[in-house]
T-cell receptor, first 114, second 113 residues
Framework: AQKVTQAQTEISVVEKEDVTLDCVYE???????LFWYKQPPSGELVFLIR??????QNEISGRYSWNFQKSTSSFNFTITASQVVDSAVYFC???????????FGKGTHLIIQP | NAGVTQTPKFQVLKTGQSMTLQCAQD?????MSWYRQDPGMGLRLIHY???????DQGEVPNGYNVSRSTTEDFPLRLLSAAPSQTSVYFC????????????FGQGTRLTVV
């Protein structure tokens, strides 16, 4: 069975600080996909990124960057120069293929203080 | 650009009542699914469908029924609501279960008293 662990339940930083959200996953599959979603206070789920298991290149999108390391089964998410609008719950998820849906971590509540 | 539409957004039920959460998508997606979100639990898969007429159980299916008579609609039925079903419910759809992100609806906050 697959599992996603987000050990940080809540993180609080001051605006403009950099912050990294950790995600560790477990799966026996060789082909899988990793996701990050943002859930702002309004409650909707916003897709941020998808990465497949064969692509270990790090990705940067503006202030967001993702570090995928198969050796440590981690897919960490870094926000550079955080802003108050980044305050949200962030979920890491794993999809192993087939029709089983996404396996989500429990989420990390990120609080950016002005 | 409607995407995935869920109704209602909020609902309060009494224990034992039944209701249907509606989910519709206009993207011609084959794969649709229902998740529930509970505090500290993340999202857990309830039921899913890989196409019209085909449904299957996810991680937490007990107490819920689904059907998929059309590609567009995937309703979730609670036959006899229980307080343990108090949760936020999300419907999602995607082109296929493979290699694509899911588009999520806005969520339905259900309280069973």
């Amino acid at each position: 069975a697959q599992k996603v662990t987000q050990a940080q339940t809540e993180i609080s930083v001051v605006e403009k600080e950099d912050v990294t959200l950790d995600c560790v996953y477990e799966t026996r599959d060789t082909t899988y996909y990793l996701f990050w979603y943002k859930q702002p206070p309004s409650g909707e789920l916003v897709f941020l990124i998808r990465r497949n298991s064969f692509d270990e290149q790090n990705e940067i999108s503006g202030r967001y960057s993702w570090n995928f390391q198969k050796s440590t089964s981690s897919f960490n998410f870094t926000i550079t120069a955080s802003q108050v609008v980044d305050s949200a719950v962030y979920f890491c998820a794993l999809y192993r293929g087939g029709a089983d849906g996404l396996t989500f971590g429990k989420g990390t509540h990120l609080i950016i203080q002005p | 650009n409607a995407g995935v539409t869920q109704t209602p957004k909020f609902q309060v039920l009494k224990t034992g009542q039944s209701m249907t959460l509606q989910c519709a998508q206009d993207m011609n997606h084959e794969y649709m699914s229902w998740y529930r979100q509970d505090p500290g639990m993340g999202l857990r898969l309830i039921h899913y469908s890989v196409g019209a007429g085909i449904t299957d159980q996810g991680e937490v299916p007990n107490g819920y029924n689904v059907s998929r008579s059309t590609t567009e609609d995937f309703p979730l039925r609670l036959l006899s609501a229980a307080p343990s079903q108090t949760s936020v419910y999300f419907c999602a759809s995607s082109y296929s279960p493979v290699n694509t992100e899911a588009f999520f609806g806005q969520g339905t906050r259900l309280t069973v008293v």
